[in-house]
Every structure is written in structure tokens, then in C-alpha cells.
């Protein structure tokens, strides 16, 4: 009996180790990397196996620490307990776009001035609310208004007016929609453009997002959007083989919304990529393409045009979203409060009309709104912890807006939206400027 047991147990660890092994080759290891593979440069190095070169002027951590800008570190440390402070690394700044970016006497080309649409109409900045009328006695700590039982109604009186204009702003750019239509797509992987966003601060990590591209998909385009690159930076993209260095057409965005514009650049980026390109691998900045294994994710978001690689928090979209941001995106609070906020690393879309229809006209419309992307009393750091639930005083801006939008769309149900990101990585500290493709004359940098 006891000798049964035995050889039973031994059979079982057996079945064991052979699952942890074949495991670790299927989610760690380059399976899906064949020799013959056509997308695949054998005569160039895995950009993941490319040990980091020393750069002057620069220090960086070990490879597989995560990457955290200063909103991160400023959330409780309930909200997200993966990461411990000692393994913050420095903020890979995106947001300090220069005044003179974009300002260059260039004419606009054909898709430009599509691009321009946008901001054809002049857009009024926020006005100054009087503090001269009486009010009536706060019952709140100072500065809260969702803590304070008053109502500005002066506030809402505006509040009121921005509706009916964005909600105006929506209509017009309404799509007839047929149950099914632009739905279940197909499209040859060479039509899909990679596309992320470049700046000083990020150029290093720009350039190893390229070497990526072009060693996994040689035959896709790569579009880099300039917020915030130097002449020479930029001379240096534009020599890169099936890279495109595109405009922001800063010139064009109203004050008001150029002095948030680190916070709401991503959907403008989106759209006008969606214009230009047609099928886009949006990747943000900081992050590049460490596995080919894109297929499963084209895959998904061809049953909506739409899908977003990232992770889900441990808090809701309700505890990072100013409650004003509800008067233009209609949402139900109590299933976003059962509905993991999630944090975008890629999103893969398509340009549809049921893309259009469900999920840009709004963001679009949002961005252009400065109470909507950016409400008052808006800010990114959150208060004490209250549980995922409540109201952290705190706002995720372009984020926030994407979350209600998607959700709203699929009926809170993140399944169809989400998927966990395995293709892309953080910036390691690698300088692939000496390692990266070149098609034109090289300019130094």
C-alpha cells in the first residue's frame, strides 16, 4: 500500500516539474521565435539579450525594476503593492512639451490639415468665477469641494453650458452604425503601424522602441510623434529605415489646453494617428516591444476595432476620477466602482466607424474640453487611502477618460477591452543608436 503511494507521488511531481518546465519555455522563453521566421533578423541581436551600455551622463537601475513617474509614487502605497519605494527609478518625464515645438514655418500638408479640424474652432478658456457673492458655510476641510456640503453655483451654472456644447460637439461627429458593421476585421500585418511618442527626455528609450520594431517587424511602418525632440534628435529619427517623424501641430492647440498638454496629448496622438495610418500599435513612451506575440492581440481587436494591453489596479476607475468629469462622460458609478482601473501600456485600434462612434468622438471631445480632460479641482495626487471604492481626491486625466469611455461602451465588462500586456517592456538603459537601422545619412547625435 504504502509502496503505491509512493510511486503515485512520484508520478505526480513528475507531471509537475514537466508542467513548470514547458511553462517557463512558453511564457519566458523565444518558442515563438523559428528560425525561418520572416520577421525575424538572425544576423541582429534579441533586443532583450542586448546587455546595457554605459551612457555619460546617465545612471540606470537593474533591468527589471519598474519605471515610476512622481504621480505613481504619490499614490498609496494600498493602492498598488507591487512596488516598494527603494525600487522607484526616475520619472521618464514625457510631459514638459516646449513652447517652440511644432512652431516651425512649415505648410501643412494634406494630412495636416485634416489633423487641424480639431482645433479649427476657437475653444473659450476657463473664465474666472467671482468670489464676491455670498456663499454659503463650508462644512468640509478646505479645498475638497466633494467634502464640502455647498454647491458653486457658479460652477454649475458653467458646468451646464460646457455640457451642452460638448454633447453638441459629440452629435456632430455621430456615426450610423448597423449591429455588426466593422466588426471581426482582416488586415495584412504590413498595414499596421507601430506609433509612440518621443521627447529629450525620452530619446534613448525611442530609439531602442524602434531597434524593436525593426527587428521583430521589419516591414511595418514606425511613426514617432515629436513632444519635444531637439533638431538633432530629430534629424537622427528621420534616418531611421520605415520611420516617420510626425507632428503634434502644437501651433494650432488654444492656450488653455496647450498649458495642460502633458496631460491630454495622447488623444489627440490618437486620432491624428488613426487619420494618417488607418491600423495602429500605439506603445508609450518609456516601453518597447520585447516579444513577437502580437498576433493574439490583433486578433482581439479586430472584434471591435479596438484593443488596450495594460493592467488592472487593485482600485477602481471611481477612486482616480474627478466626479465632475461624470457631467460629460455619462457613467453608472456604482458598476465603475466594481470595475478594475486600468493602467494603458498599449493600445491597438482601427479605423473604423465603430471606433469612431463609440469610443473616439468622446475622447476627442473630452480633450478638447478643459472641464472635461481636466476639471477643477483636479489633481493627480491622491488622498488617504479610502478603499477602491471611494473618492481618493485625486485625477488620471487622459487615463481616467479612456477607462469610463471603454467601459461604458462594453457595458463595464473589461474583458472585452483588456488584455494583460506581454509584449512590451520598460526602457532598460540600453543606447541602441549605434545598433539601430539606418536607410538615410546618418546624422550625429
Known sequence: MGRKSSF???????????????????????HYQKPNDPFRDTSRDHPKNIQPEKM?????????????????????????????PDDARAKIDVGEIPKNVGLEKEPLDAVDQEQKKLFEKPIENRPVLSTNKPRAEKHGPEGNPFLNEVIDWELEEEMIKRRAKFFAAVK????????????NLSEPHDDITFVTAGSHSTFYATIQFIYSVQYFYPRSTIA??????????KAFIKSLCNTVLASMLLKLWPENLYKIRHRIWRPFLLQFALVRFGHCVYVEPGRFIYRQIIKDYLEQSRVHGLVVGGKQMQHSSYFVTNPHMYTFL????????????????????HNTRRVHHFFMRYLTSCATEE?????????????????????????RYDESAINLILNKWHHYSP????????????YDGTDMTKKVKVCNKKEEV
Request: with cysteine; proline share 5%; charged share 30%.
Open 415 to 426: 474583458k472585452e477591452y483588456l488584455m494583460n500586456d506581454l509584449i512590451t517592456r520598460f
Open 371 to 395: 472641464y472635461c480632460i481636466s476639471p477643477p479641482g483636479a489633481q493627480p495626487k491622491c488622498e488617504t487611502y479610502l478603499g477602491g471604492k471611494k473618492y481618493g481626491g485625486c485625477h
Open 8 to 30: 503515485k507521488k512520484y508520478i505526480n511531481y513528475t507531471v509537475f516539474a514537466a508542467f513548470l518546465f514547458f511553462g517557463y519555455k512558453y511564457f519566458v522563453g523565444d
Open 56 to 84: 555619460s551622463g546617465k545612471t540606470q537601475d537593474k533591468e527589471d525594476k519598474p519605471v515610476l513617474g512622481k504621480d505613481e509614487l504619490e499614490r498609496p502605497e494600498q493602492v498598488d503593492a507591487r512596488v516598494k
Open 224 to 233: 514617432i510623434y515629436d513632444i519635444g525632440l531637439t533638431s538633432d534628435e
Open 330 to 349: 455619462i457613467t453608472d458609478e456604482r458598476k465603475l466602482k466594481n470595475t478594475p482601473h486600468f493602467e494603458m501600456s498599449l493600445i491597438i485600434l
Open 172 to 183: 456632430a461627429k455621430e456615426e450610423q452604425i448597423n449591429e455588426g458593421d466593422d466588426m
